[in-house]
């Protein structure tokens, strides 16, 4: 069969390189309206909007009350002045009103440690250390009773820290016993892989509400007479169980994904199981799972509020005890609409963050 | 073997190794003198990998005994470390640690095993980086770098525990083939150093210039060891013809 003659090829003239043609503004359009499903679901944000705003500027912001006592609210706008009045005791609970400044405190403590563990660069064991000293603290000037401080107890304590010391302390406390699981499970050992997979299996398959009525109420009957474990104490340790259990999965997932190659050649390296696991493996583990780690540490701030079933006070339980106030009006809508501005703005501070670490890894190309 | 002799660097006697029932290694001798460099080839599933891999204990080896430096590996955890800090092995996949910088991959070791003091790991990777030519990549992470510069620091992470034995598992089977010749230069000027080498490779260029004898293996067996010259030019047995027939063309 006769071939085509071969027409050859020499690039002659260098084609420029040249920065793309602009498409910031074509994109937007694009996005927006660029086929017909796209243009009716922004049609149908953009009616929605126009019908609903209006009515919620109208009662948050024009008729809405910002001063003035029980009396000044009225049916027709938001109780703002109630928040006014009331925040403090969703904030901080029954804690003794002239005492505040320590659960003030003690915010500002996890804030500031928060804010300073965030840069990667700050990840070290003295941080960890200041947590440790800084969660000491926290318990110490909430619990008060030395250095002078007056002794409060935990059944006095109340919202936004009984949240956050409840979140870190389950987490903290957690997260260890979740690598031990996450480990056990991969054991060559049978019963302590049995174990751990019972463990695991069993608290996820147990409603976090009836873990928290097991420890308060079956606890005592369990534990000699006279002998009784504090409420917060109960609570944290059913939380801890559970978000335990939860990570412990989490880093499983992780765990599964790390390739043979690692452990082969850490094993060259005559690295022992232990500094494999702690050097090598869990920190990409870890790091594999953000998103993952991220979605557990949000729930957990957020089953922070089902401990008002023992009887603590957390933020959502000091909320509602404020609208029992008879002299007040009760403002539901705006307390609870307080409320979740608080936990969104914890929650979305931490899945931005889990964000922001994610791109740094993927452009250090640590993935 | 006289007592006071030194003992030879890897001595391999009788080793047997099976995957399930496939039967990988049969009856392996092979005595590795002090510096020799020897180049083991033959068809994939012909048990060389297996077989540097039962070396330093990263499979083991079901019936026979392996001695290296004079430590008989058995199942007690001691002789296994034992060997394993006087070996560096380097694998197809480069296998580093993704989550460390090419330094701390070079330091991870001799800090955590060895407890060598930060400085002096530092000067130790710094130096041996050199050696692989890439210190001016020590703060990058691993996914930063080609295939070819990522199997060079793989080189000087095993370097870095200064073992006297290396082992190669296919080191360059996993690269371009522009890249080939960067890992192979680094592996010939280490031959040159006097280290002993087991290297599993196709390159036959390489075994021809460095090797001290080439190994062939098939079917879980050394069917034929002789020097290169000997090897390329005269090869005996039947399957080694084979073999190095379907290499040339």
Known sequence: MALLPIEAFVLSKEAPARPPPPRGQIRWRKTLFGDAISAAVTAVIIVTALFVLPKLVQWAVVSGVWTGGPSACHDGGACWAFLREKAPQILFGLYPPNDRWRPILVILLFLGLALWTMPPRHWSVATLWAWAVGVAAALVLMGGGVFGLKAVPTASWGGLPITLLLTVLSLSAGFPLAVLLALGRQSRLPAIRVLCIGFVELVRALPLLTMLFIASLLSPLMLPNGLSIDNFLRALVALTIYAAAYLAEVLRGGLQAIPRGQYEAACALALNKWKTARLIVLPQAIAKVIPPLTNTIVVTVKNTSLVLVVGLFDLLSAGRAALADPVWPAPYTETFLFIALIYFAICFSISRYSLFLERRMASEGRQ | ?249
């Open chain 2, 1 to 249: 073997m006289n007592k006071c002799e030194s003992p030879a660097a890897i001595d391999l006697f009788g080793i047997h190794k099976w995957y399930g029932d496939f039967h990988a290694l049969r009856d392996v001798d092979l005595t590795v003198r002090r510096g020799e460099r020897i180049v083991i080839c033959g068809p994939s599933g012909s048990g060389k990998s297996t077989l540097i891999r039962c070396i330093n204990a990263l499979e083991q080896h079901d019936e026979g005994r392996i001695a290296v430096n004079g430590t008989t590996l058995t199942t007690d955890p001691k002789s296994v470390e034992k060997v394993r800090r006087q070996t560096g092995m380097v694998f197809q996949s480069f296998n580093l640690f993704p989550h460390l910088t090419i330094l701390e991959n070079c330091l991870l070791a001799p800090m955590q095993v060895k407890k060598v003091g930060r400085a002096e790991a530092e000067e130790l990777a710094r130096s041996y980086l050199e050696k692989v030519r890439i210190a001016d990549q020590a703060r990058k992470y691993p996914g930063q770098l080609s295939g070819g510069q990522q199997q060079r620091v793989a080189i000087a992470r095993a370097l870095c525990m200064t073992p006297n034995i290396m082992l190669f598992d296919e080191p360059t089977s996993a690269l371009d083939a522009e890249m080939v010749r960067e890992v192979l230069d680094i592996m010939v000027s280490l031959a040159e150093g006097g280290m002993t080498m087991l290297c599993v490779t196709h390159e036959m260029g390489f075994a021809r210039q460095v090797a001290d004898r080439v190994v062939f293996m098939d079917a879980g067996q050394i069917v034929e060891a002789n020097s290169p010259t000997e090897f390329f030019g005269a090869p005996q047995h039947e399957r080694t013809q084979k073999f190095l027939r379907q290499l040339l063309h």
